[in-house]
T-cell receptor, first 112, second 114 residues
Framework: GQQVMQIPQYQHVQEGEDFTTYCNSS?????IQWYKQRPGGHPVFLIQ?????EVKKQKRLTFQFGEAKKNSSLHITATQTTDVGTYFC????????????FGKGTKLSVIP | DSGVTQTPKHLITATGQRVTLRCSPR?????VYWYQQSLDQGLQFLIQ???????AKGNILERFSAQQFPDLHSELNLSSLELGDSALYFC?????????????FGEGSWLTVV
């Protein structure tokens, strides 16, 4: 079954508000990746986190990897309409595993 | 444009039929992955090949099979199709093997089984 849980499933925000999506795994992840899928599009790689406690920033996006490497978050500051889409986390559940397990995604809607 | 090419983009077929989805990875990428995306199941990993060899198998049904050819393109064969097989099938590629490699997705093949 699904071992990478992502919440919330949907999020509606007013343009300019912040947004956060959370990813949790029942097992330690060797790494975690984040993807964005625009409506009607395909998933596009955003970032990869590997180290415990790692924090990476991309402009208004901040990605964190938990100390225990079982959870991660993506925070968007001051959302814009261009941020609309579904954000997926994906992790390798076993060290050396070639299988990337995706969360079900958080669908973000931004109200102008 | 990710550089991953998938054909066909759309396909409508009847139950019980067989279809083949084709994928050309990015130039230089050795790994190919297949994913199924449906509304209720999200992105489900099906199978991965690396340089022609199967490397990982996910939730792939026995009615489905795949292969990667010497020129590194890959095909996903879906047989005895059922209504529930209707989904968007993504191919993705990466230079090496996971973990640690970024994977690039194609635009997907929409399969509708009627």
């Amino acid at each position: 079954g699904q071992q990478v849980m992502q919440i919330p499933q949907y999020q509606h925000v007013q343009e300019g508000e912040d947004f956060t999506t959370y990813c949790n795994s029942s097992t330690t992840l060797s790494n975690i990746q984040w993807y964005k899928q625009r409506p009607g599009g395909h998933p596009v790689f955003l970032i990869q986190l590997v180290k415990s406690g790692e924090v990476k920033k991309q402009k208004r996006l901040t990605f964190q990897f938990g100390e225990a490497k079982k959870n991660s978050s993506l925070h968007i500051t001051a959302t814009q309409t261009t941020d609309v889409g579904t954000y997926f986390c994906a992790g390798s559940l076993r060290a050396g595993s070639y299988q990337l397990t995706f969360g079900k995604g958080t669908k973000l809607s931004v109200i102008p | 444009d990710s550089g991953v090419t998938q054909t066909p983009k759309h396909l409508i077929t009847a139950t019980g039929q067989r279809v083949t989805l084709r994928c050309s990875p990015r130039s230089g990428d050795l790994s190919v992955y297949w994913y199924q995306q449906s509304l209720d199941q999200g992105l489900q990993f099906l199978i991965q090949y690396y340089n022609g060899e199967e490397r990982a198998k996910g939730n792939i049904l026995e009615r489905f099979s795949a292969q990667q050819f010497p020129d590194l393109h890959s095909e996903l064969n879906l047989s005895s199709l059922e209504l529930g097989d209707s989904a968007l099938y993504f191919c993705a590629s990466s230079l090496g093997q996971l973990p640690g490699n970024t994977i690039y997705f194609g635009e997907g093949s929409w399969l509708t089984v009627v």
